[in-house]
Protein backbone atom coordinates (compact mmCIF):
# COMPACT_ATOMS: atom_id res chain seq x y z
CA UNK A 1 0.00 0.00 0.00
CA UNK A 2 1.48 3.80 -1.10
CA UNK A 3 2.10 5.45 2.41
CA UNK A 4 -0.08 8.85 1.83
CA UNK A 5 1.78 12.19 1.69
CA UNK A 6 0.76 13.86 4.59
CA UNK A 7 2.13 17.21 3.51
CA UNK A 8 -0.27 17.35 0.96
CA UNK A 9 -3.51 16.83 3.14
CA UNK A 10 -5.11 20.18 4.19
CA UNK A 11 -5.10 19.47 8.12
CA UNK A 12 -7.33 22.30 8.72
CA UNK A 13 -10.17 19.76 7.28
CA UNK A 14 -10.13 17.47 10.32
CA UNK A 15 -11.67 19.99 12.96
CA UNK A 16 -14.76 20.33 10.79
CA UNK A 17 -14.50 16.73 9.95
CA UNK A 18 -15.11 16.19 13.79
CA UNK A 19 -17.95 18.54 14.16
CA UNK A 20 -19.55 16.68 11.08
CA UNK A 21 -19.23 13.05 12.30
CA UNK A 22 -20.51 14.16 15.56
CA UNK A 23 -23.50 16.23 14.52
CA UNK A 24 -24.40 14.82 11.23
CA UNK A 25 -25.79 17.91 10.24
CA UNK A 26 -24.10 19.94 7.74
CA UNK A 27 -26.07 23.34 9.11
CA UNK A 28 -25.59 22.20 12.90
CA UNK A 29 -22.24 20.88 12.05
CA UNK A 30 -21.06 24.58 10.85
CA UNK A 31 -23.02 26.42 13.87
CA UNK A 32 -20.63 24.42 15.99
CA UNK A 33 -17.63 25.23 13.99
CA UNK A 34 -18.30 28.98 13.67
CA UNK A 35 -18.77 28.72 9.50
CA UNK A 36 -20.87 29.51 7.38
CA UNK A 37 -23.30 26.69 6.15
CA UNK A 38 -21.82 26.46 2.24
CA UNK A 39 -18.66 26.76 3.95
CA UNK A 40 -19.28 23.48 5.97
CA UNK A 41 -20.91 21.72 2.53
CA UNK A 42 -17.36 22.68 0.67
CA UNK A 43 -15.71 21.08 3.84
CA UNK A 44 -17.58 17.71 3.29
CA UNK A 45 -17.23 17.43 -0.69
CA UNK A 46 -13.83 18.41 -0.07
CA UNK A 47 -13.43 15.42 3.09
CA UNK A 48 -15.17 12.93 0.51
CA UNK A 49 -13.03 13.64 -2.32
CA UNK A 50 -10.17 13.18 0.09
CA UNK A 51 -11.21 10.26 1.74
CA UNK A 52 -13.08 8.56 -1.22
CA UNK A 53 -16.36 7.86 0.53
CA UNK A 54 -19.63 9.88 1.32
CA UNK A 55 -19.24 10.07 4.90
CA UNK A 56 -23.15 10.92 5.88
CA UNK A 57 -26.16 9.49 3.38
CA UNK A 58 -29.29 10.17 3.64
CA UNK A 59 -31.68 7.66 6.07
CA UNK A 60 -35.13 7.55 7.26
CA UNK A 61 -34.37 9.99 10.04
CA UNK A 62 -31.73 12.19 8.34
CA UNK A 63 -28.46 11.89 7.36
CA UNK A 64 -26.24 8.48 8.82
CA UNK A 65 -22.52 7.49 9.25
CA UNK A 66 -21.26 5.22 6.81
CA UNK A 67 -19.08 2.00 7.79
CA UNK A 68 -16.05 4.18 6.95
CA UNK A 69 -16.91 7.35 8.89
CA UNK A 70 -18.64 5.30 11.92
CA UNK A 71 -14.82 3.37 11.72
CA UNK A 72 -13.20 6.91 12.04
CA UNK A 73 -15.18 9.35 14.67
CA UNK A 74 -13.01 7.59 17.91
CA UNK A 75 -9.99 7.62 15.96
CA UNK A 76 -10.32 11.73 15.12
CA UNK A 77 -11.36 12.31 18.53
CA UNK A 78 -8.13 10.76 19.94
CA UNK A 79 -5.74 12.14 17.56
CA UNK A 80 -7.67 15.95 17.77
CA UNK A 81 -7.52 15.09 21.52
CA UNK A 82 -3.89 14.54 21.62
CA UNK A 83 -3.21 17.55 19.43
CA UNK A 84 -4.84 19.75 21.63
CA UNK A 85 -2.99 18.29 24.60
CA UNK A 86 0.52 18.49 22.57
CA UNK A 87 -0.21 22.54 21.81
CA UNK A 88 -1.70 23.19 25.44
CA UNK A 89 0.15 25.35 27.92
CA UNK A 90 2.18 22.66 30.16
CA UNK A 91 0.60 22.18 33.25
CA UNK A 92 2.40 22.74 36.80
CA UNK A 93 1.45 21.84 40.56
CA UNK A 94 4.28 23.26 42.73
CA UNK A 95 2.67 21.34 45.21
CA UNK A 96 3.45 17.95 43.17
CA UNK A 97 6.57 18.93 41.46
CA UNK A 98 9.89 17.13 41.61
CA UNK A 99 12.94 18.73 40.22
CA UNK A 100 16.47 20.01 41.55
CA UNK A 101 16.72 23.61 39.94
CA UNK A 102 20.71 24.09 39.54
CA UNK A 103 21.47 28.24 39.76
CA UNK A 104 25.00 29.76 39.89
CA UNK A 105 25.04 31.97 43.02
CA UNK A 106 27.18 33.66 45.20
CA UNK A 107 27.22 33.40 49.13
CA UNK A 108 26.24 36.62 49.26
CA UNK A 109 22.45 35.23 47.53
CA UNK A 110 23.05 31.81 49.82
CA UNK A 111 23.08 33.65 52.82
CA UNK A 112 20.91 36.65 52.47
CA UNK A 113 18.27 35.37 50.08
CA UNK A 114 17.98 31.46 50.17
CA UNK A 115 16.88 30.56 53.34
CA UNK A 116 14.05 32.78 52.86
CA UNK A 117 13.06 30.55 49.46
CA UNK A 118 13.34 27.39 50.63
CA UNK A 119 11.14 28.31 53.98
CA UNK A 120 8.67 29.34 50.59
CA UNK A 121 9.44 25.91 49.16
CA UNK A 122 9.28 23.53 52.02
CA UNK A 123 5.80 25.34 51.91
CA UNK A 124 4.82 25.47 48.27
CA UNK A 125 6.87 23.27 46.59
CA UNK A 126 8.51 20.21 48.94
CA UNK A 127 9.51 18.67 45.89
CA UNK A 128 11.90 21.16 44.32
CA UNK A 129 15.53 21.44 45.23
CA UNK A 130 17.98 23.44 44.96
CA UNK A 131 21.51 22.86 44.05
CA UNK A 132 24.14 26.44 44.04
CA UNK A 133 26.84 26.02 42.23
CA UNK A 134 29.97 28.06 41.12
CA UNK A 135 30.63 30.80 38.57
CA UNK A 136 33.70 30.25 36.15
CA UNK A 137 34.20 30.91 32.54
CA UNK A 138 32.55 28.81 31.17
CA UNK A 139 29.57 29.34 32.50
CA UNK A 140 27.42 30.72 30.05
CA UNK A 141 28.28 27.46 27.93
CA UNK A 142 26.80 25.61 31.12
CA UNK A 143 23.58 27.33 30.16
CA UNK A 144 23.71 26.87 27.07
CA UNK A 145 24.28 23.06 27.44
CA UNK A 146 21.70 23.07 30.21
CA UNK A 147 24.33 22.63 33.06
CA UNK A 148 22.90 25.32 34.68
CA UNK A 149 19.21 26.43 35.35
CA UNK A 150 19.75 30.04 36.34
CA UNK A 151 22.71 32.32 37.23
CA UNK A 152 22.37 35.24 39.50
CA UNK A 153 23.91 38.35 37.18
CA UNK A 154 23.75 41.95 37.58
CA UNK A 155 21.56 44.81 35.09
CA UNK A 156 25.04 45.51 33.47
CA UNK A 157 26.54 42.61 32.88
CA UNK A 158 25.86 41.48 28.79
CA UNK A 159 24.19 38.82 27.73
CA UNK A 160 25.19 36.24 25.17
CA UNK A 161 22.95 35.87 22.10
CA UNK A 162 20.38 33.08 23.78
CA UNK A 163 20.15 34.61 26.92
CA UNK A 164 17.19 36.01 28.79
CA UNK A 165 16.90 38.19 31.68
CA UNK A 166 14.51 39.45 34.30
CA UNK A 167 15.26 41.70 36.98
CA UNK A 168 14.98 40.73 40.64
CA UNK A 169 16.03 43.36 43.09
CA UNK A 170 18.23 46.25 43.69
CA UNK A 171 21.77 46.84 46.00
CA UNK A 172 23.71 49.19 46.18
CA UNK A 173 28.03 49.92 46.66
CA UNK A 174 29.54 50.35 49.71
CA UNK A 175 33.15 51.02 50.79
CA UNK A 176 33.89 48.47 53.44
CA UNK A 177 37.00 48.68 56.63
CA UNK A 178 37.49 47.42 59.70
CA UNK A 179 36.19 50.22 62.71
CA UNK A 180 39.50 51.64 63.68
CA UNK A 181 41.29 51.52 60.25
CA UNK A 182 43.59 54.69 59.77
CA UNK A 183 41.33 55.97 57.04
CA UNK A 184 37.99 56.12 58.78
CA UNK A 185 37.71 59.09 59.86
CA UNK A 186 37.16 60.75 57.28
CA UNK A 187 35.31 61.02 53.40
CA UNK A 188 37.10 59.03 50.94
CA UNK A 189 37.80 59.85 47.30
CA UNK A 190 38.61 57.82 44.44
CA UNK A 191 42.30 58.79 44.81
CA UNK A 192 42.37 56.84 48.39
CA UNK A 193 41.29 53.67 46.28
CA UNK A 194 45.47 53.76 45.43
CA UNK A 195 46.05 54.60 49.25
CA UNK A 196 45.22 51.35 50.77
CA UNK A 197 45.48 47.75 49.76
CA UNK A 198 41.93 45.87 48.67
CA UNK A 199 40.60 42.47 49.18
CA UNK A 200 38.91 41.31 45.76
CA UNK A 201 35.94 39.47 44.63
CA UNK A 202 36.83 37.17 41.06
CA UNK A 203 33.72 35.35 40.17
CA UNK A 204 34.79 34.66 36.41
CA UNK A 205 38.11 34.72 36.89
CA UNK A 206 38.65 37.47 34.04
CA UNK A 207 39.66 40.05 36.43
CA UNK A 208 37.49 42.50 34.74
CA UNK A 209 35.37 44.79 37.02
CA UNK A 210 33.43 48.17 36.75
CA UNK A 211 35.08 49.33 39.11
CA UNK A 212 38.71 49.81 38.41
CA UNK A 213 37.80 51.01 34.69
CA UNK A 214 36.27 54.06 36.54
CA UNK A 215 39.47 54.11 38.79
CA UNK A 216 41.71 53.97 35.84
CA UNK A 217 39.72 57.16 34.10
CA UNK A 218 40.59 58.92 36.76
CA UNK A 219 44.54 57.27 37.07
CA UNK A 220 44.24 55.39 39.84
CA UNK A 221 45.19 51.70 40.40
CA UNK A 222 44.50 49.57 43.54
CA UNK A 223 46.86 47.14 44.90
CA UNK A 224 44.94 43.76 45.40
CA UNK A 225 46.39 41.89 48.58
CA UNK A 226 44.00 38.91 48.18
CA UNK A 227 41.49 37.99 45.87
CA UNK A 228 38.54 35.64 46.34
CA UNK A 229 35.69 34.22 44.99
CA UNK A 230 33.82 34.48 48.41
CA UNK A 231 32.67 37.72 49.88
CA UNK A 232 32.12 36.53 53.38
CA UNK A 233 36.09 35.61 53.26
CA UNK A 234 36.45 39.25 51.36
CA UNK A 235 34.56 40.78 54.67
CA UNK A 236 36.75 38.08 57.40
CA UNK A 237 40.32 39.54 55.72
CA UNK A 238 38.75 43.45 55.55
CA UNK A 239 37.59 43.01 59.33
CA UNK A 240 41.49 41.41 60.44
CA UNK A 241 43.58 44.29 58.03
CA UNK A 242 44.08 47.53 57.02
CA UNK A 243 42.96 46.27 53.55
CA UNK A 244 39.63 47.68 52.39
CA UNK A 245 36.91 46.47 49.99
CA UNK A 246 33.58 47.50 47.66
CA UNK A 247 30.69 45.01 47.29
CA UNK A 248 27.16 44.86 48.75
CA UNK A 249 25.80 47.36 51.25
CA UNK A 250 23.41 45.06 52.46
CA UNK A 251 25.67 41.79 52.79
CA UNK A 252 28.71 43.92 54.30
CA UNK A 253 25.84 45.03 56.82
CA UNK A 254 24.61 41.75 57.49
CA UNK A 255 28.31 41.01 58.72
CA UNK A 256 29.13 44.53 60.60
CA UNK A 257 29.23 43.40 63.69
CA UNK A 258 30.26 39.96 63.28
CA UNK A 259 33.32 41.04 61.66
CA UNK A 260 33.98 44.67 63.49
CA UNK A 261 33.22 46.39 59.89
CA UNK A 262 32.18 50.09 58.91
CA UNK A 263 30.06 50.53 56.08
CA UNK A 264 30.54 53.79 54.07
CA UNK A 265 28.66 55.28 51.18
CA UNK A 266 31.51 54.74 47.95
CA UNK A 267 33.34 57.99 46.87
CA UNK A 268 30.71 57.78 43.70
CA UNK A 269 26.98 58.76 43.53
CA UNK A 270 26.35 56.08 40.86
CA UNK A 271 26.27 53.32 43.24
CA UNK A 272 22.68 51.08 42.59
CA UNK A 273 22.84 48.32 41.05
CA UNK A 274 19.89 46.19 39.67
CA UNK A 275 20.32 42.48 40.03
CA UNK A 276 18.81 40.31 37.51
CA UNK A 277 18.51 36.10 36.79
CA UNK A 278 19.46 34.89 33.95
CA UNK A 279 18.24 31.65 31.80
CA UNK A 280 18.64 30.21 28.34
CA UNK A 281 16.04 30.65 25.33
CA UNK A 282 15.89 27.41 25.35
CA UNK A 283 13.76 26.86 29.02
CA UNK A 284 11.97 30.10 28.36
CA UNK A 285 8.77 27.77 28.20
CA UNK A 286 9.79 25.91 31.07
CA UNK A 287 7.16 26.08 34.04
CA UNK A 288 9.07 25.17 36.97
CA UNK A 289 11.83 27.74 36.23
CA UNK A 290 9.00 30.71 35.46
CA UNK A 291 7.05 29.96 38.63
CA UNK A 292 10.71 29.96 40.64
CA UNK A 293 11.82 33.26 38.77
CA UNK A 294 8.39 34.58 40.29
CA UNK A 295 9.11 33.38 43.59
CA UNK A 296 12.77 34.66 43.85
CA UNK A 297 11.45 38.52 42.90
CA UNK A 298 7.99 37.82 45.75
CA UNK A 299 10.94 36.71 47.90
CA UNK A 300 13.54 39.48 47.39
CA UNK A 301 10.39 42.13 48.00
CA UNK A 302 9.42 40.65 51.35
CA UNK A 303 12.59 40.34 52.70
CA UNK A 304 12.75 44.41 52.63
CA UNK A 305 9.31 45.03 53.76
CA UNK A 306 7.35 47.21 51.17
CA UNK A 307 10.82 48.69 51.00
CA UNK A 308 13.13 49.36 47.57
CA UNK A 309 14.24 45.64 46.98
CA UNK A 310 17.55 45.00 47.67
CA UNK A 311 19.35 41.73 47.65
CA UNK A 312 23.14 40.84 47.71
CA UNK A 313 24.93 41.50 44.54
CA UNK A 314 27.19 39.15 42.48
Known amino acids: MRELNISGVDLNL????????????????????????????????????????????????????TPRAAALLPLLESTLGGVRALLAPAAFDPAVAVRTIRLAATDTHAVLLLPAVLAR????????????????????????????DLAFATSATPLPPG????PVALDRLALVMRRGHPAAAHDWTLADYGRWPHVGISLLGDGASDLDARLAAVGVRRRFALVTPYFTAALAAVGSSD???????????????????????????DSDIGITIVWSDLRNGDPVLAWFRALLTEVAENLNHGEPQKVPIM
Open 14 to 65: LPPLLTLLRRRNVTHAANDAGLSQPAMSRALARLRALLGDPLLVRGNRGYVL
Open 121 to 148: LAVEAPGIDLRVESYGPDLIARIERGDL
Open 163 to 166: AMSA
Open 243 to 269: CVTTLSARFAEFYADQFDLLVKPPPFT
